[in-house]
């Protein structure tokens, strides 16, 4: 009886080192290490890699979904769209980013209908794509 439960309290112990070792996460990160690509941001070393077009045209390779319709916006059934801001001003839907030169953005990032809403206000419920200009 005393040996079964020093066994079961053995293999316990030993169950639990290994659990502990297999949730360690592998190897570590060096600062050498490349770092992961945001969903909702696109930055300045993702612009400059690829000599795009215009802005929707980076938006629609680089992250693609931002630019997804959504469904209807009331119970008429009219189709809403994501409202693009650049440094707070409010510039439409994305065919504004179709007239926007790559020359002089920081970075673009977006906020889903829920984050957009409570941080712009009405009017933001297909969500934003907030264009930040680098400084000159």
């Not at 439960?5 to 659990?19: D, H, Q, T, V």
């Not at 693009?84 to 510039?91: E, H, M, Y």
Request: proline share 4%; glycine share 12%.
């Amino acid at each position: 009886m005393v040996r079964q439960m020093i066994r079961w309290s053995l293999m316990a112990c030993f169950l639990a080192a290994l659990g502990a070792c297999a949730s360690g996460g592998g190897a570590k990160s060096s600062p050498g290490d490349a770092p992961t690509r945001r969903s909702d941001i696109i930055n300045q070393t993702e612009i400059q890699r690829v000599q795009w077009r215009d802005a929707y045209d980076m938006v629609a390779n680089l992250r693609p979904l931002w630019l997804r319709q959504r469904g209807a916006d009331t119970i008429t059934g009219e189709q809403g769209e994501i409202q693009i801001l650049l440094d707070g001003v409010r510039l439409g839907g994305p065919s504004a980013l179709r007239n926007m030169p790559l020359s002089g953005i920081a970075s673009l990032q977006y906020f889903d209908p829920v984050t957009a809403a409570s941080r712009f206000g009405l009017g933001f419920s297909h969500g934003a794509i907030y264009i930040t200009q680098s400084a000159r």
